[in-house]
């Protein structure tokens, strides 16, 4: 049901996405096999006829295109009830049609390596004019693979393909079973496995002496003979024979558990695995491993894919599940690589990474999933790890909001192969146009239906999230300001953020509640939530949260009467911040100078361990202008709905925001006149007097003309104005 799908973050693709998905990998995949033009290509993929003037294939050229397509093969590692699988079968077999309508070159691949009675009944399914049997029936089992952990998905999606068999069928009423053939047997082509954890090896066990020491009294032959027996399987073509080698296969296992009864020893990891193993069952395996189940040695052509959304935070994203994660992460990859996928990423991650595993060399993945890993901590770290593992194409984003029920927004982000092409370049597109208007191709130039940004491919780029929005003004201010600024740490300062303490409500009592219990300033500490913030100058306070270390018993007894929950000295190890700015932003941005010395509740905080006073006044009016207001939602995140940013504190943790601003006491007089300010809409405060004041002495320091004095400025309240006021079009 709804609340199923939602507890395990899936969201099923919406039909025009699945397409545009399907159409780009196939396009990709036929570039690479056959060196056929991209435009005639494209024409060829695509349902509509305006472009058929295109479609005039050599016969070398025809050939080349069903033998790629004979060939592929394609996994969805996430595959729900099989959309992308079946998108890819509905495509190859309407561009057999276009390419190969008598299915004379189709015939001729199918029945190579078959044996006589596979090659006469697709005769007879020939004869009788069931092309699109063959064609079906071929792709199915040839090309198309899926993995899912939930039984009931996995049962739609080979239901599916049986449906789509059936239709093709015709009909003999004096024929046994009037003429329809048994269904193909999908045991190896949609499984019900954990596609993120790889089959257990003796490599990956090996710091753990009680689960490999059992590997010297094994039976190396019993997993060869499983091996064998699984490679007959695959190549089986009637019902009988598999059905023996069922058997076979489950006598094997036996014999391989016995094994491990029989030496009184834990099995090893593999060993254990391989006899637990329940190919032909509904039950979900653990583990994944192309070769053993699909016979796939060489990686897959394409992978596509919708991972399901899940955050590292969410329940459904089980602590125990994360760290055999890390462990397998820390055992494939060295020092360096492995950090580069935090503790703290989203499951996705996870796919990602398992997708550049399972691809083949020059293999293209494809996967649409949350937009927020372009913009936050963990997402900027696995970047760096994306672009020494493949090649980034392009992320496409769009105007539009497919997904109703998921409180996100989506890119569709293309790879290709295993290996990383340091040259190339990564696009970053904004679809205008819907889905299922928009043109297909990963090369993409200037054009009206999307906006694009071309970046080379480094180390030092920015978060991917921010070349969707930024222009190449932007970044050369941004040389300007690395150019002519310092990091905050050279002066004694540095960027956190607030306390985030559970149940933050019940800690806060009022300034009433103070009063009455005679709570001194050394007992409290003042606390800024939603109704505190927004000061520009934080000079009193009417929350605050109560150090129980430093209470009587009295004050401690009413406290706990009234649920107060009392701070204690292990529930923080930060001082109070000198400096207090917003994390998530709807219409206000300031940067509060907190002369209260207290404690924010989740803000963006500096703090000061060795700073001047004057040097906090700098970075103070630097946060307060309008270029550190566009800084912040630029490399910000904005998928959470509602126009909201989340501007987090590593987005500022290593820009250059500290300038040494000469004018310190006009800096001084501009705080004191903001000194019981609140601020209001930032596309008003831009206007006010004390903010133009501001920007012009940041704008004087960095010597910028007035033309860029008016990008800021201008760029700014666009931004702002599209975030708040613009939701994305619903399709």
């Known amino acids: 049901g709804e609340n199923a799908k939602k507890s395990t973050g899936s969201f099923y693709t919406p039909r025009d996405i699945v397409d545009y998905m399907v159409d780009n990998s196939i396009l990709e995949h036929l570039k ?173 066990v090996k710091k753990n002496v009680s689960a490999n020491q059992m590997s010297i009294f094994e039976n190396q032959e019993h997993i060869d003979q499983l091996k064998a027996v699984r490679e007959e399987y695959f190549s089986a073509n009637d019902a009988e024979t598999k059905s023996e080698l069922k058997l076979a296969f489950s006598e094997i296992q036996k014999s391989m558990f016995q094994e491990a009864l029989n030496n009184n020893k834990m099995a090893s990891a593999l060993y254990q695995a391989l006899f637990q193993w329940e190919p032909f069952g509904n039950n979900v395996t653990d583990w994944f491993d192309a070769d053993w189940m699909f016979g796939i040695k060489d990686g897959f052509d394409i992978i596509i894919a919708n991972p399901p959304y899940v955050e590292s935070r969410s329940p459904a994203f089980a602590v125990e599940l994360k760290d055999k994660l890390q462990c397998q992460i820390k055992s494939i990859y060295n020092k360096r690589e492995s950090a580069l996928i935090t503790q703290g990423a989203d499951m996705l991650v996870y796919f990602f990474e398992r997708a550049i595993k399972f691809v083949s060399e020059n293999g293209i993945i494809t996967f649409i999933t949350s937009n927020g890993w372009l913009n936050n901590e963990y997402g900027h770290k696995f970047q760096k790890f994306l672009m020494s593992k493949t090649s980034v194409i392009a992320l496409v984003d769009t105007d539009y909001k497919y997904f109703d029920n998921a409180n996100v927004n989506t890119v569709i982000s293309f790879f290709k192969g295993n290996t990383n092409v340091a040259s190339a370049d990564i696009c970053f597109v904004t679809q205008h146009k ?55 740490r050279s002066v004694g300062l540095a960027i956190g953020q607030g306390l985030n303490l559970a149940g933050r409500d019940q800690y806060i009592i009022n300034r009433e509640t103070k009063t009455q219990l005679n709570l001194s300033d050394e007992q409290t500490v003042a606390f800024c939530n939603k109704s505190e913030s927004g000061y520009l100058n934080w000079d009193s306070s009417e929350n605050y949260i109560v ?165 800021i400025v201008e760029t700014f309240e666009n931004t702002v ?8 079009n619903k399709v």
């Open 32 to 204: 690479t096999k056959t060196g056929i033009s991209e435009e005639k290509l494209k024409a060829l993929i695509s349902y509509g006829k305006e472009d058929d003037e295109l479609i005039s294939f050599s016969e070398t050229e025809k050939k080349a295109i069903v033998n790629a397509l004979y060939s592929v093969t394609v996994l969805d590692p996430a595959c729900g009830s099989g959309a992308f699988p079946i998108g890819v079968l509905q495509k190859i077999v309407y561009m057999l049609q276009e390419i190969d309508p008598d299915a004379t070159l189709w015939f001729s691949k199918a029945t190579e390596n078959v044996s006589f009675l596979i090659r006469k009944e697709f005769e007879k399914k020939f004869n009788a004019g069931s092309l699109d049997y063959i064609r079906k029936l071929t792709v199915i089992q040839n090309s198309i693979f899926g993995i899912d952990i939930q039984p009931i998905a996995v049962e739609i999606a080979r239901l599916r393909c049986f449906l789509s068999l059936v239709i093709e069928e015709k009909v003999y009423d004096d024929e046994p079973n009037r003429g329809i053939n048994p269904l193909p047997n999908l045991d190896f082509k949609f499984i019900i496995a954990n596609t993120l954890l790889s089959l257990p090896h003796d490599s990956d």
């Open 434 to 488: 819907r889905f299922a208007d928009a043109d297909i191709g990963t090369t993409f130039t200037k054009c009206a239906d999307y906006s694009l940004s071309r970046q080379s491919a480094n180390e030092k780029m920015s978060k991917w999230g921010t070349y969707f929005n930024a222009d190449q003004k932007f970044f050369d201010l941004m040389s300007i300001i690395d150019l002519k600024g310092k990091n905050i």
């Open 547 to 711: 150090y129980g270390d430093k209470l009587t018993s009295t004050q401690r007894s009413l406290l706990m009467q009234a649920n107060v929950k009392l701070f204690g000295n292990n529930d923080t190890t930060k001082t109070a911040p000198v400096l207090i700015m917003p994390r998530g932003i709807g219409e206000k941005h300031y940067c509060s100078f907190n002369t209260v010395n207290g404690f924010s509740d989740s803000g963006v905080d500096i703090y000061a361990y060795q700073a001047s006073r004057d040097d906090i006044l700098r970075v103070w009016l630097f946060c307060n202008s309008t270029l550190c207001w566009l800084i912040r939602e630029k490399y910000g995140r904005k998928n959470l709905g509602g126009g909201m940013l989340k501007a987090e504190a590593i987005d500022l943790k290593d820009k250059n925001i500290y300038f040494q601003f000469e004018c310190i006491e006009k800096i001084q007089n501009i705080l004191y006149s903001v000194e019981n300010r609140k601020v209001e809409n930032c596309l008003q405060e831009i206007k006010t007097e004390y903010h133009k004041e501001i920007d012009k002495i940041v704008f004087d320091y960095l010597d910028l003309d007035v033309n860029t004095r008016n990008y």
């Open 721 to 728: 104005r599209n975030r708040t006021t613009k939701t994305k």
